[in-house]
Nanobody, 126 residues
């Protein structure tokens, strides 16, 4: 059974930092793109960051560019999201996603990902 498990969420003050991790099991994702999305209360799920299969290409939503960093572990089956300079508007449930279709590039739409984690809550207080 394929599983993606996020960890590292929590409550932090504005300006603080958090490190999210996404651990995969049940199959290897070392050759597939992965990404992070988030969903705030009353809003649709939105793209946050993506990383390609090798880890050498990344992209971010404009709202987090310069503050968040996505990376992969050495075996490329784990993905991380380093979040700095957090703002109250970053409050959301953060989801890890993985594709099952090989591509040299990135995926930005949630429909392009095949596997999802259960999400981890990030709350930023002002």
């Amino acid at each position: 059974q394929v599983q993606l498990v996020e960890a590292g969420g929590g409550l932090v003050q504005a300006g603080g930092s958090l490190n999210l991790s996404c651990t995969t099991s049940g199959r290897t994702f070392s050759s597939y793109a992965m990404g992070w999305f988030r969903q705030a209360p009353g809003k649709e799920r939105e793209f946050v960051a993506a990383i390609n299969w090798s880890g050498d290409t990344t992209d971010y939503a404009d709202s987090v560019k310069g503050r968040f960093t996505i990376s992969r572990g050495s075996a490329r089956n784990t993905v991380y999201l380093r979040m700095n300079s957090l703002k109250p508007e970053d409050t959301a449930v953060y989801f890890c996603a993985a594709s099952a279709v090989f591509s040299f590039g990135l995926y930005y739409g949630d429909h392009e990902y095949d596997y999802w984690g259960q999400g981890t809550q990030v709350t930023v207080s002002s």
